[in-house]
């Protein structure tokens, strides 16, 4: 069973369009998160949910918006897609008070906007 | 703000070789520290942590400390494998932070037969 499961795993799109990432978790995990890797490998968090609301919002263009139906979801939806978002997205959850916080990832989504 | 320093690659060893990574970090109060390893076309996997300090995070030979007092958290492997591959990352979550992890900017290891 995936723990954390992403889907789609590839997603080339043109400029201008507009795409949806989810993310779904069966860890019983109460805190979500979306990262962003670049070409360079270098990770960076966008946003955290913890039980559905938003905790954490990076300063991210507000063409990128979260939405988290429900504590085992998290999806990641871009308006008008632009070069600059090509990139690798990770999804990760993990649970509050557990030790060290630690965070499980997804598989990751590889978006290329052309 | 918090931040995580890590040694720059790319590290290229032998078979059996011994492994260092150094990793040191900022933060403003009293950090959790761990280690994630990301395979070739995979995502990451938490490969080990320590939540205090002089705690050790142990993990497939993998070994690491964190050393308050040198701000520390070098990772290190006696004798690498082949299937080490791949790039590490250095990480650091807080409670005054909302616990998101900061990374380090990865070391990509490869390991020759």
């Known amino acids: 069973d995936t723990a954390v499961s992403q889907t789609p795993k590839y997603l080339v799109t043109q400029m201008g369009n507009d795409k949806s990432i989810k993310c779904e978790q069966n860890?019983?995990?109460?805190?979500m998160y979306w990262y962003k890797q670049d070409s360079k490998k270098f990770l960076k968090i966008m946003f955290s949910y913890n039980n559905k609301e938003l905790i954490i919002n990076e300063t991210v263009p507000n063409r990128f918006s979260p939405k988290s139906p429900d504590k085992a979801h998290l999806n990641l939806h871009i308006n008008s897609l632009e070069l600059g978002d090509s990139a690798v997205y990770f999804c990760a959850s993990s649970q509050t008070g557990s030790k060290g916080y630690e965070q499980y990832f997804g598989p990751g989504t590889r978006l290329t906007v052309t | 703000g918090n931040s995580v320093t890590q040694m720059e690659g790319p590290v290229t060893l032998s078979e059996e070789a011994f492994l260092t990574i150094n990793c040191t970090y900022t933060a403003t109060g009293y950090p959790s520290l761990f280690w994630y390893v990301q395979y070739p076309g995979e995502g990451l996997q938490l490969l080990l942590k320590?939540?205090?300090?002089?705690d050790k995070g142990s993990n497939k030979g993998f070994e690491a400390t964190y050393r308050k007092e040198t701000t520390s958290f070098h990772l290190e492997k006696g004798s690498v494998q082949v299937s080490d591959s791949a790039v590490y990352f250095c990480?650091?979550?807080?409670?005054?932070?909302?616990?998101?992890?900061?990374f380090g900017a990865g070391t990509t290891v490869t390991v020759r037969a």
């Open positions: 320590a939540t205090k300090a002089d």
């Open positions: 860890l019983g995990h109460d805190t």
């Open positions: 990480a650091l979550s807080e409670s005054n932070n909302d616990y998101k992890l900061s």
